[in-house]
């Protein structure tokens, strides 16, 4: 698993109402429990544990499992990197605090701080032969390592390293990439690690060039529920990448809706400021002449095009050089196909053409569903369709059978939600036809890409109104031109689109308009 999975699955549960703190107790006490396992059948007489923790959530780990391991009669000793005022996790201070309090100490606990390479070289002198009674546990760093080592933490990854005790890493062993598994300068050489919920990609990857570097891997269920994994929530959000202050417009993305025809100039407006709600820096509309004039009235924030070739009201195959001029010279970065477009036989050659020669990351939306072949588009990875259960039949028809299809429309009640998740696994069969990721809208939006899944449980019954799945398409667009994945991009897309119309429900009843949804979007990638 991913570091960055893991925290959004920690986060996540959150959502579920179980908190970190509940986590990191249920990580602290498993480690205690592995530590006193390995402890029985290592040694044959009582050892003494030394814990050297960090400045966050691993040391927190450390904490807690120093509480249990006093409880089971070890004498221990905190050995703290980082000072109590400047323990950045609360989760990690609280169980600090918990130590501290614990004062005078009737337990054998001993806790000492760290504050310079001085105060570890002391360690050293002083005490790393006796360590071989000693069990160390490091939890100093773990999924939240960035760059080069400090001085401090170096200094006292080499003084472990080099002592006579059996050493046991939290979750990573500190120095390594908990992504990559590379170890750029120097890491804790464990004898064990005891990781959480899942092993992390680098552990993984480190532990299959080399076992050493890991030693013994042991596993601990914390209590995470599949569910956080599975339901989209709040720390989806986190996959946004950090918008930099000396970012330029443009550098967070660029997108080209292709949109709108004689009925519906609204479409595209609304997933254009969607799009720019969820932080799109400039969104481009290319319409046919009817809409785009209709457009430039509706909203200053977007940049409408007028298409000259062609007729007026609707796309047609005229206007495919004038739409891949834009791309090229705007440098688009996402363009979505479709809200709004009628089904007109011209608009259909323009999309199946627009298909095979855009090579940038692509929503199909609405009617574009309708037009384009899927045979076209079934090997894009970075491609997101956004159909309801009427335009997910249609799209689909070719990969399956008459017979799947039929039971498909047959036992799929719209209405009846609960059953349609009891048909997850024959959606993804289907939509394992294609290589880009689907969002199949409904009371329960699910996203499929692959063998992956993920359920937005986001939204309520306001959002039948028109124009909420226009707002998703352009959310969808928006994201990937921020640089994510299609998967992760349609999974936060359908979040945010549902929360927003939560918001708007708040505000304006049930009888909100999809633009006034639009406003809410903003605000919730605050979070
Ligand atoms: N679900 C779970 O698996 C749980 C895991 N837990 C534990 O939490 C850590 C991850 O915690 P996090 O706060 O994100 O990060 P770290 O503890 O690894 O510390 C980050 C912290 O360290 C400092 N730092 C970063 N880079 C360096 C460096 N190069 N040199 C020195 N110091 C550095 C900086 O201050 C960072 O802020 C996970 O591994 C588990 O152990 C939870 O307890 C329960 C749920
Ligand atoms: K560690």
Known sequence: MDPIDMMVADINCEDLGLSKLCLMENAGKCLSDEVATISTFTFSKPVKIAIFTGSSENGGDGFVAARHLLNRGFEVEVYMLTPPNDIKSIDAQINYDILNNMSPHISRLNIMELNDSKDVEKIDIANSKSFSEYIIIDGILGTGLRGKLK?????????????????IAIDVPSGMDPLTGEISDIA???????????????VKKANNSDEKLIGGLVICDIGIPIEAELFVGTGDLLRLNYRKNSSHKGNNGKILIVGGSKDYHGAPAIAGI??????????????????????????????????????????SL???????????????????????????????????????????????DADALKLIDPILIKNKENLILTPHLNEFKSFFKKFINENEYLNLINDSDENNHDKLNNKIAEFQKITNNINGTVILKGKYDLVFNKNKLRINKTGNSGMTVGGTGDSLAGLSASLLSQGLNSYAAA???VYLNGKAGDLAKESYGNGFSASQLSEFIGILMED
């Not at 001085?151 to 050493?167: G, P, Q, Y």
């Not at 820096?281 to 290319?286: E, K, Q, S």
């Open 274 to 315: 969607s799009a720019i709600s969820s932080g799109a820096d400039l969104v481009y509309i290319a319409s046919p002449k009817s809409v785009s004039l209709a457009l430039k009235q509706k909203s200053l924030d977007l940049i409408v095009k007028t298409l000259n070739e062609g007729n007026e009201d609707y796309f």
């Open 151 to 167: 001085e401090k933490v170096r200094k006292t990854i080499e003084i472990i390293n080099n002592s006579n005790a059996l050493k």
């Open 188 to 202: 804790i050489k464990p004898e064990y690690t005891v990781t959480f919920h899942r092993v992390k990609t680098g």
């Open 318 to 364: 005229d206007n495919l050089d004038e739409i891949l001029n834009i791309i090229d010279t705007a440098k688009i970065d996402a363009v979505l196909l479709g809200p709004g477009v009628g089904q007109n036989d011209g608009t259909g050659k323009l999309f199946n053409t627009l298909a095979k020669k855009i090579d940038l990351p692509l929503v199909v």
């Open 491 to 493: 999974a936060l897309a």
